[in-house]
């Protein structure tokens, strides 16, 4: 009985993006005594030093279906908490601040040992950087001042931009925030005095974690954001992927339900041929293509790889971080080989897709592919 009033305490909805309804579940019953205009949480009569879990659904009739949303930690009984937000910059959503589990063992990865994180809130966007998007803000940088590797790439306006290396993502990052009149976070000194606008391999890059423009997400971020608020499950919606949830190469057995082997066929390319060699075409899919996950992002897992801020390192996880233990880590400081890349791609099999898999690109951020992408990320 105690733990059903537990469940059952404090259910108010929220109409955005359709209806939503959250309650609150933890080791006592506790009490949602507001739910403001701002998206602020209310709730009282926790118990201090544990953790709560908000939970969502689309439909209260029958009240099943119920999701985790966002892991809450609590110091005092009375709590407030931004889980939602109802006036999110353009084309983003809100990823609730709270802890999760970072890294899993289902599949023996031994670079992702489970550890707890706790997150800021921050927003992200919903799509994979579009090449549209790409090309309207290079042009802009082109004009003033900026040089890239690479122009980026892409069949059709809508398809994700590909083609692009860590350097130019993070350089874009700062163009776009300069023409919305953001403050830029990248900087080539540590004084954040000289906006990183040129430059490439060799070249340091500072991030200025206090500014409010536009950046890429730490390998943390992403992954609490790939989750949707689920803890322990190998994709975002959770433990077997098949080729109407993503686009990946397909290999169906254990968890990958196929149901055929290849490229999914919705999105084939075909075969180029060069200098009589030859190579898979364009398998990325539109942005947007299939359904979000619970914090209503596409594409967290297949499609592009995404480029995130951190260099790479294993064990511990996440591996070198200052924040170590704490919040929001950020990765090693480095210089180190590589930076992260997530999510997986059109051209890997499933288990380059799931929510724990850090991939570190072999020839460096200085190269860009065909089947890595980028998103942005904004600090509140």
């Excluded at 609590?74 to 970072?102: E, Q, R």
């Excluded at 799509?127 to 790409?134: D, G, I, T, Y």
């Excluded at 874009?172 to 900087?187: G, H, I």
């Excluded at 929001?328 to 288990?351: H, Q, S």
Aim: include cysteine; aromatic fraction near 16%.
């Amino acid at each position: 009985m105690f733990i059903v009033l537990a469940l059952l305490a404090g259910i108010n909805p929220v109409a955005a993006q359709g209806t939503r309804f959250f309650r609150i579940s933890g080791p006592a019953a506790s009490t949602i005594t507001a739910f403001n205009p701002d998206g602020l949480l209310v709730w009282s009569n926790a118990l201090s030093g544990t953790n709560y879990t908000v939970q969502t659904l689309a439909s209260l009739p029958g009240g099943t279906n119920w999701v985790d949303y966002v892991q809450l930690p609590v110091t005092s009984s009375v709590n407030t908490n931004l889980i939602f937000s109802f006036n999110p910059p353009a084309g983003m959503v809100l990823i609730p601040a709270g802890s999760f589990i970072m890294g899993d063992i289902l599949d023996d990865e031994i670079d992702a040992i489970p550890t707890n994180v706790y997150v800021s809130a921050f927003y992200m966007d919903v799509n994979l950087v579009s090449s549209n998007q790409w090309q309207t803000v290079y042009h802009h940088a082109k004009n003033n001042g900026y040089s890239f590797n690479h122009p980026g790439s892409a069949t059709a306006a809508n398809q994700p931009v590909q083609m692009v290396d860590w350097f130019d993502c993070v350089k874009w990052c700062n163009a776009r925030s300069q023409q919305a009149n953001l403050t830029p976070v990248y900087y080539t000194d540590g004084g954040f005095m000289q906006v990183f606008t040129n430059g490439d391999n060799g070249t340091t890059v500072y991030a200025n974690w206090a500014a409010n423009g536009y950046r890429l997400p730490t390998e943390a971020e992403w992954e609490k954001a790939a989750r949707g608020g689920l803890n322990g499950q190998r994709f975002p919606w959770g433990d077997f992927i098949s080729e109407n949830q993503a686009n990946y190469f397909l290999e169906p057995g254990g968890y990958d339900l196929g149901p055929y082997a290849g490229y999914n066929t919705n999105f084939d390319g075909g075969i180029i041929w060069t200098n009589q060699l030859s190579f898979p075409g364009d398998n990325s899919s539109p942005v947007g293509f299939f359904a979000p996950n619970g914090y209503g992002l596409y594409d967290m897992a297949g499609n592009l790889f995404e480029w995130c801020w951190d260099w790479y390192a294993n064990a511990p996880y996440p591996a070198g971080s200052p924040y170590l233990g704490g919040t929001d880590p950020r990765g090693p400081v480095g210089p180190l080989n590589n930076r992260v890349l997530r999510g997986g791609g059109w051209d890997t099999v499933a288990f380059y897709a799931r929510c724990a898999y850090r991939h570190d690109y072999s020839f460096g951020p200085g190269e860009a592919s065909g089947a890595y992408g980028f998103r942005c990320v904004r600090g509140l």
